[in-house]
């Protein structure tokens, strides 16, 4: 099989150019940041609730405007609903908050320091 990007030959001995690997990009050098509206987001970080839905909603609509393949959109899923284990977990079996604060749903702390 030939690399990604090259072109293969068919049954004629004709080059035929193949197709982008799964999840990847027709354009090797396209920046998902600019052409996304979930890329800016991810980019600058998810730490709080209202990062992950800001995230997850510029997520679905990137699939659907077809700007985003479904793989990459699943991986993404999935690593969120990892994020939110890890932050159910801390909430459940952490320290209690001893602070008069209202509570606020803290993914990441301490990212981006």
Request: no cysteine; glycine share 12%; net charge positive.
């Amino acid at each position: 099989m030939a690399r990604k990007g090259s072109t293969a030959s068919d049954t004629n001995g004709t080059a035929k150019a193949e197709k982008p690997a799964p999840g990847g990009s027709s354009d090797p050098q396209r920046d998902p940041a600019r052409s996304t509206r979930s890329g800016p987001i991810a980019q600058a970080g998810v730490r709080s609730g209202d990062d992950f839905a800001n995230l997850m909603s510029a997520l679905m609509s990137d699939v659907i405007e077809g700007n985003l393949t479904p793989i990459v959109a699943n991986a993404t899923v999935n690593a969120g609903g990892k994020l939110l284990k890890v932050v159910e977990m801390q909430y459940k079996y952490g320290s209690p908050k001893t602070s008069a604060q209202p509570m606020t749903l803290t993914l990441a702390p301490g990212a981006g320091r």
